[in-house]
Protein backbone atom coordinates (compact mmCIF):
# COMPACT_ATOMS: atom_id res chain seq x y z
CA UNK A 1 0.00 0.00 0.00
CA UNK A 2 1.25 3.58 -0.79
CA UNK A 3 1.67 6.31 1.29
CA UNK A 4 -0.99 8.40 0.09
CA UNK A 5 -3.33 5.15 0.60
CA UNK A 6 -2.17 4.90 4.11
CA UNK A 7 -3.13 8.25 4.20
CA UNK A 8 -6.04 8.36 2.59
CA UNK A 9 -7.01 5.02 4.46
CA UNK A 10 -6.43 7.17 8.19
CA UNK A 11 -8.62 9.96 7.17
CA UNK A 12 -11.39 8.45 5.93
CA UNK A 13 -10.87 6.27 9.34
CA UNK A 14 -10.67 9.53 11.49
CA UNK A 15 -13.49 11.13 9.72
CA UNK A 16 -15.73 8.41 10.78
CA UNK A 17 -14.70 7.78 14.20
CA UNK A 18 -14.34 10.64 15.35
CA UNK A 19 -17.19 12.84 12.89
CA UNK A 20 -19.96 11.76 14.68
CA UNK A 21 -19.15 13.62 18.28
CA UNK A 22 -17.93 17.16 16.30
CA UNK A 23 -20.99 19.54 16.12
CA UNK A 24 -22.19 22.66 14.52
CA UNK A 25 -22.98 25.65 16.22
CA UNK A 26 -25.84 28.53 14.56
CA UNK A 27 -26.81 28.13 11.28
CA UNK A 28 -25.40 28.38 7.82
CA UNK A 29 -22.05 30.49 8.22
CA UNK A 30 -23.05 29.90 12.05
CA UNK A 31 -20.92 31.01 14.62
CA UNK A 32 -18.26 27.50 15.05
CA UNK A 33 -17.69 24.24 16.16
CA UNK A 34 -17.91 22.01 19.54
CA UNK A 35 -17.63 18.32 20.51
CA UNK A 36 -19.47 16.16 22.69
CA UNK A 37 -17.50 15.93 26.07
CA UNK A 38 -20.17 13.84 27.79
CA UNK A 39 -23.85 13.32 27.55
CA UNK A 40 -25.74 16.26 27.24
CA UNK A 41 -23.07 18.28 26.64
CA UNK A 42 -20.73 20.12 24.37
CA UNK A 43 -17.05 21.92 24.38
CA UNK A 44 -16.23 25.00 22.46
CA UNK A 45 -14.45 27.79 22.30
CA UNK A 46 -16.03 30.95 24.69
CA UNK A 47 -15.51 33.52 21.18
CA UNK A 48 -18.18 31.50 19.27
CA UNK A 49 -21.13 32.56 21.85
CA UNK A 50 -23.03 35.41 21.32
CA UNK A 51 -25.92 34.59 23.20
CA UNK A 52 -27.37 32.58 25.90
CA UNK A 53 -28.95 29.69 23.70
CA UNK A 54 -27.53 28.28 20.28
CA UNK A 55 -28.55 25.97 17.56
CA UNK A 56 -26.28 22.99 17.94
CA UNK A 57 -26.51 20.33 14.47
CA UNK A 58 -25.33 17.11 15.26
CA UNK A 59 -23.50 14.74 12.15
CA UNK A 60 -27.12 12.82 11.41
CA UNK A 61 -28.42 16.47 10.71
CA UNK A 62 -30.60 16.22 14.00
CA UNK A 63 -30.50 19.88 15.60
CA UNK A 64 -31.89 21.16 18.98
CA UNK A 65 -31.42 24.42 20.93
CA UNK A 66 -28.58 24.42 23.33
CA UNK A 67 -28.12 26.62 26.61
CA UNK A 68 -24.48 27.79 28.11
CA UNK A 69 -24.08 26.11 31.31
CA UNK A 70 -20.23 27.78 31.85
CA UNK A 71 -18.24 30.38 30.31
CA UNK A 72 -14.29 31.12 30.77
CA UNK A 73 -13.78 33.55 28.45
CA UNK A 74 -10.39 34.39 29.23
CA UNK A 75 -9.42 31.13 28.93
CA UNK A 76 -12.06 31.04 25.99
CA UNK A 77 -13.48 27.75 26.69
CA UNK A 78 -17.57 27.36 27.13
CA UNK A 79 -19.76 24.66 27.69
CA UNK A 80 -23.11 23.95 26.41
CA UNK A 81 -25.54 22.11 27.91
CA UNK A 82 -27.82 19.83 24.90
CA UNK A 83 -29.34 16.51 24.92
CA UNK A 84 -26.77 15.21 22.68
CA UNK A 85 -28.92 12.09 22.13
CA UNK A 86 -26.84 9.26 20.29
CA UNK A 87 -23.63 11.34 19.70
CA UNK A 88 -20.71 9.67 21.47
CA UNK A 89 -18.69 11.58 23.55
CA UNK A 90 -14.71 11.99 22.19
CA UNK A 91 -11.56 10.21 23.42
CA UNK A 92 -9.22 12.46 25.12
CA UNK A 93 -5.43 11.56 24.87
CA UNK A 94 -3.74 9.67 27.13
CA UNK A 95 -2.61 11.49 30.43
CA UNK A 96 1.45 12.75 29.93
CA UNK A 97 1.11 11.89 26.26
CA UNK A 98 1.81 15.46 24.17
CA UNK A 99 2.54 15.81 20.76
CA UNK A 100 5.80 16.41 19.79
CA UNK A 101 6.56 19.00 16.17
CA UNK A 102 6.04 16.13 13.70
CA UNK A 103 3.08 14.62 15.27
CA UNK A 104 0.66 13.37 12.28
CA UNK A 105 -2.50 15.26 13.45
CA UNK A 106 -6.09 15.46 12.07
CA UNK A 107 -8.39 18.97 12.07
CA UNK A 108 -12.25 18.26 12.09
CA UNK A 109 -14.98 21.02 12.26
CA UNK A 110 -18.96 20.94 11.23
CA UNK A 111 -18.72 25.12 10.85
CA UNK A 112 -22.38 26.07 11.12
CA UNK A 113 -23.57 22.52 11.06
CA UNK A 114 -22.69 22.89 7.30
CA UNK A 115 -21.44 19.59 7.25
CA UNK A 116 -18.14 17.53 8.32
CA UNK A 117 -14.99 18.32 7.15
CA UNK A 118 -11.99 16.28 8.14
CA UNK A 119 -7.94 17.37 6.97
CA UNK A 120 -4.42 16.25 7.84
CA UNK A 121 -1.51 18.12 8.74
CA UNK A 122 1.61 18.33 11.28
CA UNK A 123 2.26 19.38 14.51
CA UNK A 124 4.86 22.31 13.72
CA UNK A 125 5.55 24.02 17.77
CA UNK A 126 4.05 23.20 21.05
CA UNK A 127 3.99 25.83 23.80
CA UNK A 128 2.88 28.72 22.03
CA UNK A 129 0.75 31.24 23.66
CA UNK A 130 -1.71 34.09 22.51
CA UNK A 131 -4.09 36.46 23.84
CA UNK A 132 -7.66 35.42 24.51
CA UNK A 133 -10.85 37.66 23.91
CA UNK A 134 -10.34 39.50 27.05
CA UNK A 135 -6.22 40.04 26.75
CA UNK A 136 -5.08 37.51 28.96
CA UNK A 137 -2.06 35.47 27.65
CA UNK A 138 -3.40 31.67 27.32
CA UNK A 139 0.10 29.49 26.69
CA UNK A 140 0.33 25.89 25.97
CA UNK A 141 -1.25 25.68 23.12
CA UNK A 142 -0.67 23.49 19.89
CA UNK A 143 0.56 24.90 16.40
CA UNK A 144 -0.41 22.56 13.30
CA UNK A 145 -0.93 22.41 9.88
CA UNK A 146 -4.29 20.83 9.19
CA UNK A 147 -6.07 23.46 7.24
CA UNK A 148 -9.53 24.37 8.42
CA UNK A 149 -12.42 27.24 7.00
CA UNK A 150 -13.92 29.85 8.96
CA UNK A 151 -16.26 28.67 11.55
CA UNK A 152 -14.31 25.47 12.30
CA UNK A 153 -12.95 26.67 16.04
CA UNK A 154 -14.36 24.71 19.01
CA UNK A 155 -13.49 21.28 16.80
CA UNK A 156 -10.85 18.98 17.96
CA UNK A 157 -7.23 18.24 16.31
CA UNK A 158 -6.87 14.64 17.13
CA UNK A 159 -4.03 12.14 16.47
CA UNK A 160 -3.98 8.68 14.41
CA UNK A 161 -6.18 7.00 16.86
CA UNK A 162 -9.06 9.55 16.94
CA UNK A 163 -7.98 11.07 20.44
CA UNK A 164 -8.12 14.56 21.04
CA UNK A 165 -4.84 16.36 21.69
CA UNK A 166 -6.56 19.82 21.32
CA UNK A 167 -9.69 21.99 20.62
CA UNK A 168 -8.98 24.09 17.21
CA UNK A 169 -8.94 28.05 18.13
CA UNK A 170 -7.26 30.59 15.95
CA UNK A 171 -6.07 30.95 12.68
CA UNK A 172 -2.85 32.34 11.79
CA UNK A 173 -1.13 33.95 8.70
CA UNK A 174 0.06 30.74 6.23
CA UNK A 175 -3.27 28.65 7.24
CA UNK A 176 -1.43 27.45 10.70
CA UNK A 177 -3.72 26.75 13.59
CA UNK A 178 -3.55 27.37 17.21
CA UNK A 179 -5.21 24.63 19.19
CA UNK A 180 -5.61 24.68 23.11
CA UNK A 181 -3.80 21.89 24.80
CA UNK A 182 -6.36 18.98 25.72
CA UNK A 183 -4.32 18.84 28.64
CA UNK A 184 -5.62 17.65 32.04
CA UNK A 185 -5.78 21.53 32.99
CA UNK A 186 -8.23 21.65 30.11
CA UNK A 187 -10.46 18.88 31.07
CA UNK A 188 -10.81 19.83 34.67
CA UNK A 189 -12.02 23.29 33.38
CA UNK A 190 -14.57 21.89 30.70
CA UNK A 191 -16.30 19.54 33.32
CA UNK A 192 -15.90 22.66 36.12
CA UNK A 193 -17.80 24.63 33.12
CA UNK A 194 -20.29 21.90 32.93
CA UNK A 195 -21.38 21.80 36.21
CA UNK A 196 -22.16 25.54 35.67
CA UNK A 197 -18.79 26.73 37.93
CA UNK A 198 -17.99 29.55 35.29
CA UNK A 199 -14.43 31.40 37.32
CA UNK A 200 -15.14 34.78 37.82
CA UNK A 201 -11.51 36.98 37.39
CA UNK A 202 -11.79 40.88 38.16
CA UNK A 203 -11.63 43.45 35.40
CA UNK A 204 -11.29 46.59 35.38
CA UNK A 205 -14.03 47.14 32.28
CA UNK A 206 -11.33 48.89 30.13
CA UNK A 207 -10.03 48.28 26.25
CA UNK A 208 -6.17 49.04 25.95
CA UNK A 209 -3.98 50.13 23.10
CA UNK A 210 -0.74 48.53 22.22
CA UNK A 211 2.02 50.10 24.02
CA UNK A 212 3.34 51.23 20.95
CA UNK A 213 0.56 52.78 20.06
CA UNK A 214 -0.42 54.66 22.87
CA UNK A 215 3.28 56.12 22.46
CA UNK A 216 2.54 56.87 19.55
CA UNK A 217 -0.75 58.78 20.00
CA UNK A 218 0.47 61.04 23.03
CA UNK A 219 3.68 61.84 20.99
CA UNK A 220 0.98 62.75 18.18
CA UNK A 221 -0.61 65.41 20.59
CA UNK A 222 2.65 66.75 21.76
CA UNK A 223 2.60 64.98 25.39
CA UNK A 224 5.62 63.53 26.70
CA UNK A 225 6.31 59.83 26.40
CA UNK A 226 5.52 57.27 29.17
CA UNK A 227 5.84 53.79 29.70
CA UNK A 228 2.03 52.65 30.78
CA UNK A 229 -1.26 51.31 29.26
CA UNK A 230 -3.41 53.96 27.17
CA UNK A 231 -7.47 53.31 27.88
CA UNK A 232 -8.87 53.30 24.68
CA UNK A 233 -12.61 53.12 25.72
CA UNK A 234 -14.13 52.36 29.20
CA UNK A 235 -16.96 50.44 29.37
CA UNK A 236 -20.52 51.87 31.07
CA UNK A 237 -21.54 50.34 34.68
CA UNK A 238 -17.90 48.73 35.43
CA UNK A 239 -15.37 49.18 38.37
CA UNK A 240 -13.26 51.93 36.15
CA UNK A 241 -16.27 53.70 34.94
CA UNK A 242 -17.20 54.15 38.36
CA UNK A 243 -13.78 55.30 39.55
CA UNK A 244 -14.11 57.96 36.82
CA UNK A 245 -11.21 56.95 34.38
CA UNK A 246 -11.72 58.07 31.28
CA UNK A 247 -11.01 57.53 27.27
CA UNK A 248 -7.00 58.81 27.13
CA UNK A 249 -5.86 58.34 30.19
CA UNK A 250 -2.69 56.45 30.79
CA UNK A 251 -2.35 53.93 33.64
CA UNK A 252 1.34 54.07 34.74
CA UNK A 253 1.14 51.69 38.19
CA UNK A 254 -1.41 49.61 39.95
CA UNK A 255 -0.50 48.93 43.66
CA UNK A 256 1.90 50.75 43.39
CA UNK A 257 3.34 48.67 40.30
CA UNK A 258 4.50 49.76 37.28
CA UNK A 259 2.83 49.11 34.26
CA UNK A 260 4.74 48.44 30.78
CA UNK A 261 2.45 45.47 29.51
CA UNK A 262 -1.23 44.53 30.02
CA UNK A 263 0.33 41.30 31.55
CA UNK A 264 1.79 43.25 34.34
CA UNK A 265 -2.16 44.51 34.98
CA UNK A 266 -3.93 41.24 34.75
CA UNK A 267 -0.89 40.04 37.64
CA UNK A 268 -1.59 42.64 39.82
CA UNK A 269 -5.93 42.39 39.51
CA UNK A 270 -5.38 38.63 39.82
CA UNK A 271 -3.26 39.51 43.51
CA UNK A 272 -6.42 42.03 44.73
CA UNK A 273 -7.46 40.57 48.22
CA UNK A 274 -9.62 43.32 49.51
CA UNK A 275 -11.66 44.28 46.31
CA UNK A 276 -9.78 47.67 45.98
CA UNK A 277 -7.08 49.01 43.91
CA UNK A 278 -5.25 51.72 43.47
CA UNK A 279 -4.17 53.20 40.04
CA UNK A 280 -2.26 55.74 39.36
CA UNK A 281 -2.86 57.45 36.40
CA UNK A 282 -1.68 60.40 33.65
CA UNK A 283 -4.21 62.75 32.03
CA UNK A 284 -2.62 65.05 29.81
CA UNK A 285 0.33 66.11 32.11
CA UNK A 286 -1.05 65.41 35.73
CA UNK A 287 -0.36 62.60 37.23
CA UNK A 288 -3.21 61.51 40.08
CA UNK A 289 -4.64 58.66 42.03
CA UNK A 290 -7.52 56.71 41.47
CA UNK A 291 -9.19 54.23 43.78
CA UNK A 292 -10.96 51.51 42.10
CA UNK A 293 -13.45 49.32 43.77
CA UNK A 294 -14.57 45.92 42.31
CA UNK A 295 -17.58 45.17 45.44
CA UNK A 296 -20.14 46.14 43.30
CA UNK A 297 -19.11 44.47 39.91
Known amino acids: MSVLQELQEAVGRVARDVGPSVVGLGRGWGFGSGIVTGEGSILTNAHNLRRDEVTVTFAD ?56 RTT ?5 A ?26 SSGGPV ?50 IAPPRAGR ?4 AVGLPELDGLLVRDVMEATPAARAGLERGDLVVAAAGQPLAR ?3 LFRVLDAVADGKLELTVVRGIDERKVKVSFEEA
Open 61 to 116: GREATGRVAGVDADGDLAVISVETGPAPPVKWSENGTEPVVGTPVFALANPGGRGL
Open 120 to 124: FGLVS
Open 126 to 151: TGRSFRGPRGRRITGSIEHTAPLVRG
Open 158 to 207: VDESGRVLGINTIRLEGSLILALAADASLRERAEALARGESPSRRALGIA
Open 216 to 219: RMRR
Open 262 to 264: VDD
